[in-house]
């Protein structure tokens, strides 16, 4: 099924993580900018039953190579997971102009909570989930993407069997002022999520294109034998800005901005496999 209006989708620990790159070669200050960010925010609260243990993790990486022109790009990621909630953001951003520049730049960061679970109990949470992602490119040999990544998963935590999981993906594209309209958001359902507000707009000026979503809602499950359960929830933003005249001339700068998110994805699947023993 489709997410939608009706149906979508003690111990504290905070951690961030940011950082910044910049190339410049003979920048061209007449041309104007392109530009590309994603960033994301999830709040997850009203725990049925509270966790036996929390974690959190972040990370950020950026690469920027320029070889006539200049580039910029930022990544933050901040999450925290206390008894009673948790939150996490991440904000990646890249901005470029000249001939020939590559820029990347990705955050992730994860929250991870643990609860026992009597015969019969009921596991439940409200969340919101906010996603967006804007792409600028103005001249001919301009690029701009973006995209980002919002996933649930619950675990039962002793074999490591995913039970359940919903969430959100969207990715944008432009190149020198054209964008083709679909719709960038895909939404990864659950029978057990029941939506109480959602909204995804997407606007386009002739220059700039920009794509949002903000879903709310409870998560509801009961469970009939005792269980030890993990909740993760997962978010990765990435951004990438480009001017590419011969796409040969930069192929090791194109490679070096696409290991940045397979390193990341690596990390996040690792950051899934890890347990605890209780």
């Known amino acids: 099924m489709n997410l939608s209006p009706k149906n979508l989708f003690q111990k504290t620990f905070a951690l961030t993580s940011a950082i910044a790159a910049t190339a410049t070669l003979a920048p061209l200050s007449a041309q104007a900018a392109t530009f590309s960010s994603s960033n994301a925010a999830v709040t997850i609260n009203n725990f049925s039953v509270e966790p036996v243990q929390a974690d959190a993790f972040t990370d950020a990486v950026t690469n920027t190579v320029a070889f006539e022109g200049s580039v910029d790009a930022t990544a933050n990621a901040d999450a925290t997971f206390t008894g009673s909630s948790a939150f996490n953001t991440t904000d990646s951003t890249v901005q470029g102009q000249g001939l020939v520049y590559s820029g990347d730049a990705a955050s992730f960061a994860q929250v991870a909570g643990f609860f026992i679970l009597n015969p019969g ?29 919002v996933l649930f998963e619950l675990f039962d935590n002793a074999s490591g069997e995913l039970i359940d999981q919903f969430g959100v993906t969207g990715e944008l594209f432009a190149t020198s002022n054209k964008f083709t ?98």
């Open 121 to 149: 109990s009921v596991f439940s949470y409200n969340f919101t989930v906010a996603l967006d992602l804007t792409v600028k490119a103005n001249e001919p040999q301009d690029n701009a993407s973006a995209f980002g990544n």
């Open 181 to 278: 309209p679909w719709n960038p958001f895909n939404y990864i359902p659950s029978d057990f999520v029941e939506v109480t507000d959602f909204s995804s707009d997407i606007n386009f000026d002739g220059t700039t294109t920009n794509a949002k979503t903000e879903i709310s809602g409870i998560y509801s499950r009961q469970f009939g034998s005792p269980i030890t359960l993990r909740l993760q929830e997962t978010k990765l933003t990435g951004a990438r800005a480009e001017a590419v005249p011969e796409p040969s001339e930069i192929v090791g700068t194109m490679i070096a901005g696409s290991l940045l998110f397979v390193g990341l994805r690596r990390r996040s699947r690792l950051r899934k496999e890890a347990q605890i023993s209780i």
